[in-house]
């Protein structure tokens, strides 16, 4: 199975810094971000990795080339413009799926997150299946709900953040056309069906969207590595 990393945000809550420098690239305990997530998905045994970028998108190509020095193989889906995360997600099923492998990994950019990939496996009877995790301060509501039974509903009691790691099938997208297109929509409709699974993950997790967050990640990982 191939894996996806979405990197193709302009990052505009972390200007200054991305500006000059993709958010993916930004340090954070002395290696860029997107370094630690293709550590952890090796680490998983994900070693087939694709990769879209759009803002300064050359830059990420240059800082991880083919992959090679970290272990993996990297394909990149180049975007002339950011798609959003559905849109950036059709254009590169040529390169995550294929007759024999229908389900992929997609895990977006500018997130930490201690949970192993390698728990994940393709559930029956569904298109998607979720990671949820806590709701952070910054988004007390959640995203959706984690029913009894491991379904996912776009409302209900027990609302949860989507950690931005999911299994999905190619199925999920079958029928709409390329071009900018937002996630979520085609998540909720799935879910309508109950075609939609998820899993609560209870360790640890941060959307690194602003640099204070970034700052915080950072200090969290020197101190982590101090202690080691």
């Known amino acids: 199975m191939k894996a996806m990393i979405l990197a193709a945000g302009k990052g505009e809550r972390m200007r200054p810094l991305t500006l000059t420098t993709p958010k993916p690239l930004l340090p954070v305990g002395d290696k860029p971000l997107i370094v630690h997530h293709l550590e952890r998905l090796r680490v998983a045994g ?5 990769i879209n970028h759009a803002w300064l998108g050359r830059q990420i190509e ?5 992959g090679d020095d970290f272990g993996v193989s990297i394909e990149y889906s180049r ?3 950011p798609l959003e995360t559905a849109g950036g997600i059709i254009q590169a099923l040529p390169l995550l799926t294929s007759a024999g492998e229908e389900w992929f990994l997609v895990v977006n950019g500018d997130i930490w997150c201690d949970f192993d990939p390698a728990q994940l496996t393709p559930p029956e009877n569904a298109d998607a299946l979720l990671v949820m995790t806590g709701n952070p301060d910054h988004n007390p509501a959640g995203d959706f709900c984690l029913n009894q039974g491991g379904t996912l509903s776009a409302e209900g009691p027990g609302m949860l953040t989507f950690s931005g790691i999911s299994l999905l099938n190619r199925r999920l997208f079958d029928g709409l056309a390329p071009g900018p297109r937002k996630l979520a929509p085609i998540l909720r409709e799935a879910m309508a069906r109950k075609r939609v699974k998820g899993l609560y993950h209870s360790g640890q997790w941060m959307d690194i969207g602003t640099p204070d967050r970034l700052r915080e990640l950072d200090s969290k990982l020197k101190g982590e590595r101090a202690e080691t």
């Open 46 to 50: 994900f070693h087939e990795l694709v």
């Open 79 to 81: 975007e002339s413009k």
């Open 62 to 66: 240059e800082e991880l080339g083919n």
